[in-house]
């Protein structure tokens, strides 16, 4: 399927551009983040996370630099330990989250230009549209960019 291309090698995607049952679905590091800290709660990430039994779940690469760099504040904020932190990271690596190998960086340039956010962000949103996925985020700007290019959206 054309839409899926870039995402890892034995992967597949399984819902087609305009079906009313997605069955992908984007996380960004907003709403994961929640998982891993104590201190973070909201109904979304919660729905997100109960979405990986029945979605397939993609990231694009800057996720996992994201997640550990949110980890490493984490530590030097006292939030947690360095051993609270590795666990967390072991847990997240046991999720069913699959990596976006190649993103269109063009497009989320374009992307990060019409709807002013970050690159970073526009990386979200370039994959969620070229895999036709639900995003999740907490990032208003995220999701209001994502409504405007006709995606699914679940967002705090």
């Not at 034995?10 to 994961?32: F, K, P, Q, T, Y």
């Not at 990060?112 to 970050?118: G, S, V, W």
């Given at each position: 399927?054309?839409?899926?291309?870039?995402?890892?090698?034995?992967?597949?995607?399984?819902?087609?551009?305009?079906?009313?049952?997605?069955?992908?679905?984007?996380?960004?590091?907003?709403?994961?983040?929640?998982?891993?800290?104590?201190?973070e709660t909201a109904p979304e990430p919660d729905a997100a996370r109960q979405r990986l039994a029945t979605y397939s779940a993609?990231?694009?690469?800057?996720?996992?630099?994201?997640m550990r760099n949110a980890?490493?504040?984490?530590?030097?904020?006292?939030?947690?330990?360095?051993?609270?932190?590795?666990?967390?990271?072991?847990?997240?690596s046991e999720l069913p989250i699959r990596t976006d190998q190649a993103p269109n960086f063009r497009a989320a340039m374009d992307l990060?230009?019409?709807?002013?956010?970050?690159f970073y962000d526009a990386l979200y949103l370039e994959s969620a549209l070229r895999i036709t996925a639900v995003l999740a985020t907490l990032d208003k700007a995220l999701a209001r960019a994502a409504t405007n290019e006709g995606l699914d959206v679940l967002a705090g």
């Open positions: 399927m054309e839409a899926c291309q870039g995402i890892a090698q034995g992967d597949s995607c399984l819902a087609a551009r305009g079906s009313s049952l997605l069955s992908n679905l984007v996380l960004d590091a907003s709403i994961s983040l929640t998982w891993l800290l104590d201190d993609f990231v694009p690469r800057i996720w996992h630099l994201e980890l490493l504040v984490a530590e030097r904020r006292g939030r947690l330990s360095r051993r609270m932190s590795e666990e967390r990271l072991d847990a997240l990060a230009r019409k709807h002013d956010i970050t």
